[in-house]
């Protein structure tokens, strides 16, 4: 039996959708964007090389941390604590599966993939192509409310992202030292902990449960900060895309020698 906006006792319009607008477009570019980030993470995950260079201590985000013996020398900043993967495991499946399981279930990226990779639906007063609903009650989609404990996960894993900032302020001679892979990476950094800390989840956790905020003037002072960036959410979450993109594939660029850092010092 039919359902949806085809559903028995619904007007029978007879069009696709009544609007006129170009409606397609923001999902549309949405959609190429994301897939795009899919592809490019992908493959880059699974080359298990050009993801660190030993010169200026640049670690790329999306291989911090590197704690098995395959790791190149010099950028297990937490020791190696497996022997060295098979080929076809990335060195950097843990990270991937906390971070990539942190943007999967964001509110934001729900949007995004309902609208532009399932069409659940793309736009509104555009009918879906699904015929039955489910919401997120049942497997997999239920995984989704798992967000906050994703969230706890890339708030350690953007301590160490910090951590590696840090040590990108490596000289050539080996002191202090500033380069463009250095300000690539610290503009990454703060792209990250914009978008990690406008997070729903985050505002919740600093400010929900509580009856009243006369009694904890601390979460207050937290709650009205993160309330200030969670509107531009969405913003970070898309900005901190391209800034990911651009760290990784700098510190790639760097690694496989296709050309040398800028230095402004040292
Ligand atoms: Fe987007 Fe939490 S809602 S990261």
Not at 40 to 56: D, L, P, Q, S
Not at 78 to 107: D, E, H, M, N, Q
Not at 113 to 124: D, E, H, I
């Amino acid at each position: 039996m039919a359902t949806g906006v085809d559903a028995p006792g619904r007007a029978q319009v007879g069009l696709k959708t009544a609007r006129t607008d170009r409606w397609w477009l923001a999902p549309l570019r949405i959609g190429v964007i994301l897939g795009f980030f899919i592809v490019y993470a992908t493959i880059r995950i699974f080359m298990n090389k050009w993801y660190w260079v030993g010169e200026h201590h640049y670690l790329t985000p999306l291989y911090s941390p590197c704690i098995n013996d395959g790791c190149t020398p010099g950028s297990s900043h937490l020791g190696t604590w497996f022997p060295k993967f098979p080929v076809f495991i990335p060195y950097s499946i843990i990270t991937f599966a906390v971070l990539a399981g942190f943007r999967g279930t964001c509110y934001y990226y729900r949007k995004a993939g309902y609208r532009s990779l399932f069409f659940a639906p793309a736009a509104c007063a555009v009918p879906e192509p699904h015929k039955n609903y489910t919401g997120e009650r049942k497997f997999p989609l239920i995984a989704l409310n798992l967000h906050r404990y994703f969230f706890y996960g890339a708030l350690v894993f953007g301590l160490l992202n910090v951590y590696d900032g840090v040590l990108a302020f490596h000289g050539t001679d080996g002191g202090f030292g500033i380069g463009l892979g250095t300000l690539i990476i610290w503009v990454n950094l703060v792209m990250l902990w914009l978008y990690t800390l406008s997070c729903h989840a985050c505002r919740h956790i600093v400010g929900g449960r509580l009856k009243n905020f006369s009694k904890h003037p601390l979460r207050y002072r937290y709650w009205t900060f993160v309330s200030k960036l969670n509107p531009k959410h969405g913003t970070f979450a898309m900005a901190s895309l391209f800034t990911v993109i651009l760290t990784d594939a700098y510190i790639m660029a760097l690694s496989a020698g296709w050309f040398s850092d800028l230095r402004f010092i040292n």
